[in-house]
């Protein structure tokens, strides 16, 4: 027995780790990623910045000059920004300024895993609750359980990963109301929807909102994440962070990227059309079900196991989606699916039909 092991705390030897397998695949749809590289010559532009600049020197110390082009996105001050080594660091960040053993912490499941995981690296009093059926938030008991406890951190993502689901404005000020700690607004997937907390911001400074560039904006191999809150939340914050979080390659690559505003809001478009396109098309296979979302996957329910349907898709197709039906029971029946490029959405479209049509047994 390492006798060392009994030094790390308890909660986090009890914890199974987030794990991601390495599948072959040709068509990779289960990261909700951006299917589409950056084109060529933006790449050589961003290369040349690159190569002009001094790779033994430390990257920028404030990135002042990264926050603020995001503040000028977002019209907020550039001391309401923070950046980070993408945004399950700031994640990580606020769970560690925040949470510990006499803290609370409200999450609604299913919902992205991170948060439970800090929860429990940090040893927070978890209050985990379930989702409607239609995987709607439970908004009137979030504002019960606000009313009844103090709760010291609670994260909703929205639109929601896995579900696609969403808070309005509305419930998220209900929320924000009775919330007596800080409420963290994970806007991974804000590009696909477009509705924001943040004008709430101004009325309600207990509130955080958490953005990345790993999706819209197809950064995800580069590691880009920002929160935007009151500068007196930031500043705190700010003190777990630590310096040189983020890579001279990354800022240089997310200011060109800032730059060229109008490629990612068209990639966008494209995206959600061809989103709308291969929702009705697996819709008219019979035997699945495919759930509304707002964001740039979703959920299907399959009459056949989802771990066989997995395998086939991948086996036989190459096609590799998320198989989500062993992280809540809301989703035993369900595997998650990004949308991919065009062409990738036509071969994907055609292994459902294929799959179903042949196996009448289902
Ligand atoms: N929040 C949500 C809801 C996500 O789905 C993800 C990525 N899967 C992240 C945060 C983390 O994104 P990143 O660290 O790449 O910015």
Redesign the pocket.
Known sequence: MNKGLESIRKSVREITPYSMAENRYQIKIN??ECPFDLPEDLKQEIQAKFLSRAWNRYPSFTTEQLRRKIADKESVSSDMILVGN????L?QIICSVILDSQSTFLIVQP??Q?YAQMGRIFGANLIQIDMNDNFQYPVNDLIELNQANKIALQIY?TP??PTGSMLTLEEIEAILVVAQGIVVI?E??FDFHQETALPLLEKYPHLIV?R????AFGL?GL???YLIAQPEIVQEVYKAKLPYNLNLFTELTAMTLLDNSNLVSERTRMILAERDQLMHALSQVTQIKVFPTQANFFLVQTPIPPDELFQKLLGEEGILVRNVSHNHPLLADKLRISVGTPEENRTVIAAFEKIFNKSSEF
């Not at 990345?212 to 999706?215: E, M, N, R, V």
Request: aromatic letters at 12%; a neutral charge.
């Open positions: 990261q909700n993408g945004s399950n660091e994640i919902t992205f991170l993502c929601n990963n994970d991974a997937y958490t990345t560039f790993s999706k995800a590691r880009l994440g």
